[in-house]
């Protein structure tokens, strides 16, 4: 046996890739997980440094066409009205989120049969109900049972976060409009810790990998376990093809490690969890997984969530650059369609804190500090007395959002780069409007003396889903209800890629119960050869 064989192979140890690997070791397999990207010690966190919004904006910036680290490729964003965001490392984007963990609610699984938008998923909420329950226990997730937006649920191991000032005036405006709202389920320690993590101190960079280890994330809550219990994970490694048998089944990858050598990785199962762009671009361009894309849907149907921003400015102090940034309050009042509106399905507000004193004067919020005559008072104004409602709206999957191959660009595996062509669709332009008029009206009943309004947010393309979706139909789809490539056996992707509709609530929490479920699929279908 070679010493790179195993019973299963992952590509990208992410947020899918580390729940499929943890499951997949405690069912008894072997598991050798290819990572490009390193470890990230948590210590060196710019959150610790005195100009960390500056190193944010270069080398821990989200965007890889600005970060340009190692393990970076280029995207050709140029067509694309929403950017990219996302991390390559050991924790993929959990590394770099603000940990907001919402489930997907039941009606998001049936939007053709309940609002004619979209398609049905094969699957079901009730399918994934034990597995979100899984993934929220490892993940850690603070929160308060009884939300009426969703089906009972189980106990949260942590109680919610407090609610800042800021959030409490908008919490008091939700209530005196009759909007409802509820704390947001959170995957922070707020009150607990475990797995060698600290407990959340509310210091504020929560979009920065946590040096006190209270911000949960892949590297810490997954990969710790899987590794102890036999899992191998190899970081430095692009994968550049799929292996095949001649009858057409998956045995492995080929991959490059850090001084450029060609390798092999055997296996009778290869799971792909290398996000909604490096999923596309992978199977794009690898002649091995050619068959994968029979359909011509992969990369098709793109999604990202669009984002909106409304900040109310106060008179008195709202604290919004202190303590967790976003998650803590969420309303899903106009969440489901309501058909008055003139637009199917619907929107999620959250309260949401403000930045430091230097993203705040350079215009995160939408507006910049002038320069000159005025600069203090309308900063002191926009970083003290600020405080904001995001809205993130359903983008029904169109397939003119894509993911391609770049023309121009290459990756530093001498292969073309994705390219990102995107388009916010009419319907959630629509909700995007809805929800700016419907936070202009909580915030000035919160007290807010005057409005900044970001009609979408460019830097918003952390949510990556669509781009190999699942399906019964092999001929409108990639994947199976399993998500295991219609023809390719033994090759499943497990993550956002897979997503048939993205519906209006982040996605991480559905997509590692997906690779949940895809692991317990692969432990009662397959036999374990070299454990």
Request: charged share 20%; with cysteine; aromatic share 8%.
């Amino acid at each position: 046996m070679a010493p790179m064989d195993s019973d299963v192979l992952i590509i990208g140890a992410g947020a899918g890739g580390a729940a499929a690997a943890w499951r997949l070791v405690n069912h008894g397999f072997s598991v050798t997980c290819l990572e490009r990207g390193e470890w990230v010690n948590p210590q060196a966190s710019p959150a610790l440094d005195d100009d960390w919004e500056v190193i944010r904006q270069r080398s821990w910036n989200p965007n890889p066409n600005r970060r340009k680290g190692p393990a970076d490729d280029p995207v050709d964003d140029a067509e694309s009205e929403i950017k990219p965001l996302y991390f390559n490392g050991v924790g993929g984007s959990t590394v770099l989120w603000s940990c907001h963990f919402p489930r997907f609610h039941p009606s998001d699984f049936r939007t053709h049969t309940l609002d004619s938008t979209g398609d049905d998923w094969p699957i079901s909420y009730d399918d994934l109900a034990p597995y979100y329950d899984l993934n929220e226990t490892m993940m850690g997730v603070a929160g308060l049972p009884g939300n009426p937006a969703y089906p009972p649920m189980s106990a949260r191991r942590q109680a919610p976060a407090g609610l800042s000032p800021g959030a409490r005036r908008i919490a008091e405006a939700f209530n005196r409009a009759g909007v409802s709202w509820w704390p947001g389920d959170i995957a922070i320690n707020t009150s607990s810790a475990g797995q060698g993590q600290g407990i959340c101190n509310n210091c504020g960079p929560c979009e920065l990998h946590c040096p006190r280890r209270a911000k949960s994330a892949t590297d810490l809550n997954y990969w710790p376990a899987a590794i102890d219990k036999g899992a191998r994970l190899v970081t430095g490694a692009r994968v550049t093809d799929i292996l095949t048998t001649p009858n057409g089944t998956v045995r492995g990858a080929v991959w490059l490690d850090r001084e450029g050598r060609e390798l092999a990785a055997h296996a009778p199962v290869v799971i792909l969890a290398a996000n909604g762009i490096g999923t596309p671009r992978f199977l794009l361009n690898a002649p091995g997984a050619a068959a994968v894309n029979r359909s011509g849907l992969v990369g098709r149907r793109l999604m990202l969530h669009p984002f909106a921003r409304v900040t109310g400015l106060f008179d008195e102090p709202m604290d919004g650059h202190r303590g967790i940034a976003a998650g803590t309050l969420v309303s899903h009042h106009f969440y489901e369609t309501d058909t008055d509106r003139g637009f199917r399905r619907g929107v999620k507000m959250q309260a949401l804190g403000t930045h430091g004193p230097a993203l705040t004067a350079l215009g995160s919020l939408g507006r910049r500090a002038p320069w000159g005559r005025g600069h203090h008072a309308a900063f002191a104004q926009m970083f003290g007395r600020a405080y904001s409602l995001s809205i993130c709206a359903e983008d029904a999957p169109d397939p003119e959002n894509r993911i391609t191959l770049s023309d121009s660009l290459t990756g530093s595996d001498g292969l073309p780069a994705a390219r990102m062509v995107y388009k916010i669709p009419a319907e959630a332009k629509q909700a995007l409007d809805f929800g700016r008029d419907r936070a202009r009206e909580i915030l000035a009943l919160a007290g807010a003396q005057s409005f900044i309004e970001m009609e979408t947010i460019p830097e918003a393309g952390f949510h990556l889903m669509g781009t190999a979706r699942m399906g019964l139909d092999r001929e409108t789809s990639v994947l199976d209800e399993w998500c295991e490539a219609h023809d390719l056996p033994g090759f499943f992707v497990t993550d956002g890629s897979a997503f048939v509709t993205g519906a209006a609530a982040n996605p991480t929490n559905t997509l590692q119960a997906l690779a949940l479920r895809a692991a317990d699929r692969i432990a009662t279908t397959r036999s374990r050869r070299t454990a």
